[in-house]
């Protein structure tokens, strides 16, 4: 195997696994949360805020980040839009919004890189994510049908995106193992699916797939899925060498 290539080396955890603590995603706003990943410099990367009903604050970060936020249940008002269930924002942390929960909420929330202040882009915010037309993605040269892909964010800074990915029932791969040369995070929204058979998730399960490691040996849904994917990165799917797609 190339050497530049990592092996099995994806992580899964489902919510129910995960210990409630407290934590910051925005500067003295401290929310009850599960966190799902964490840099390797201790930062937070990404979590399930669960603020309850008249929490507040604002999305004001010292390090000036972008932090996006997709809604999994009740109602968040961010700056005059709220986002109910399925809503999605992006958050300049260099020019903060005023954030409250009208319901208890559940939430993911990724933390971006660091920037400069005063060089965020604009505010982003869907009420309502599945507003956004779909389009059939086409992926190692294979129509997927049956998919839908939205695409929630897509920052032209560093190629970053966020995606929200339905896929039917009975899906069974795209040709074994594979490998990306960026960070891929996938939360399940909604059913059922796995990687391989010893990460099999469901809804309120993570999995992170580090940059260049292989993965997706036996990748199937039985009765479908949704899909929430973020990446650091401009995002390829590259199939594994032979050996590797055969272990």
Not at 122 to 137: G, M
Not at 155 to 184: C, I, M, Q, S, Y
Not at 215 to 236: K, Y
Request: contains cysteine.
């Amino acid at each position: 195997m190339n050497e530049e290539l990592a092996y099995d080396i994806s992580q899964c955890v489902h919510r129910d696994d995960l210990a409630p603590e407290v934590v910051a995603p925005w500067q003295g706003c401290d929310v009850p949360a599960l966190v799902l990943r964490r840099l390797a410099t201790g930062g937070l990367r990404s979590l399930i805020a669960m603020p309850p009903a008249g929490w507040s604050g604002e999305s004001a970060r010292e390090d000036g980040a972008l932090t996006q936020v997709f809604v999994l249940s009740g109602r968040l008002r961010v700056g005059e839009t709220v986002l109910g269930p399925k809503g999605f924002a992006v958050l300049p942390g260099d020019r903060p919004l005023p954030l409250a929960a009208l319901e208890d909420c559940d939430m993911l929330v990724i933390v971006d890189a660091p920037v400069a202040a005063g060089t965020s882009p604009e505010p982003v915010l869907h009420a309502d994510a599945l507003a956004i037309e779909p389009f059939v993605p086409v992926v190692a040269g294979k129509l997927l049908e049956g998919f839908e892909r939205r695409v929630l964010w897509l920052d032209e800074r560093t190629g970053a995106d966020t995606r929200l990915l339905k896929v039917p029932g009975g899906f069974g791969g795209v040709g074994g193992a594979n490998w990306h040369p960026v960070e891929e995070e996938i939360f399940c929204v909604e059913g059922d699916i796995q990687p391989d058979d010893s990460r099999p998730m469901r809804a309120g399960s993570f999995l992170w797939n580090p940059a260049r490691s292989i993965h997706g040996f036996n990748e199937r849904t039985e009765g479908g899925c949704v899909l929430l994917e973020w990446h650091d990165g401009p995002w390829d799917l590259i199939r594994a060498p032979e050996a590797d797609r055969a272990s």
